[in-house]
């Protein structure tokens, strides 16, 4: 029951900082929230995941050319996984579905962030797994949005089971091992 408990904490959190960060939470007449600049998910395994150990943290940086993302994540098996922000920040659900589909707000079609072809803005490709289970992920993405209509802020993050082969409409990449919800963390 552990998981579930964190999941419908992480829910609320993903609320909260939604919330947030579209200004809701005033302070004062005088008090303005300043654009997030850093933002974190932390994984949570679905049922499925839950049978690897899987864990690990995603980081979100605003860099001068765009969004840094920084992940590491233990306890996958062996190889890629697909890699993608969702949706929702709905971490409620056992198998991972309450994330949604892929965050499309564009309308764009699925594709490769590291070709300059339009895609999905939550396409953050494939994330690799060595023999120990262990992923480490540095992209810079400069179309990765931390604040405004189209923010990351609030949304959920899936690693799934099978590798990404970027394929129509979303990439054949399987099941979802976890899945997390990116909320605001203090700045530099």
Known sequence: MRI???AYAATAAGAVVAAA????????PDMKMAAPTKAIAVLIPTKSGALKGIDGTI???KVEKGTRV?????????????FHIHEFGDASSPDGKAAGGHFNPKGMVHGDPSKTAPRHLGDLGNIVANKEG????DMID????????NSIIGHGVVIHEKADDFGQPVGNAGGRLAVAVIGIAKGE
């Open 21 to 28: 960060s579209m200004g809701v939470f005033a302070q004062g």
């Open 4 to 6: 579930r408990s964190l």
């Open 134 to 137: 262990v992923a480490e992920y």
């Open 142 to 149: 400069p179309d990765l949005p931390m604040s405004g209509a």
């Open 70 to 82: 920084v992940a590491k994540i233990t306890g996958l098996p062996e190889g890629k996984h697909g």
């Open 59 to 61: 980081t979100f940086t």
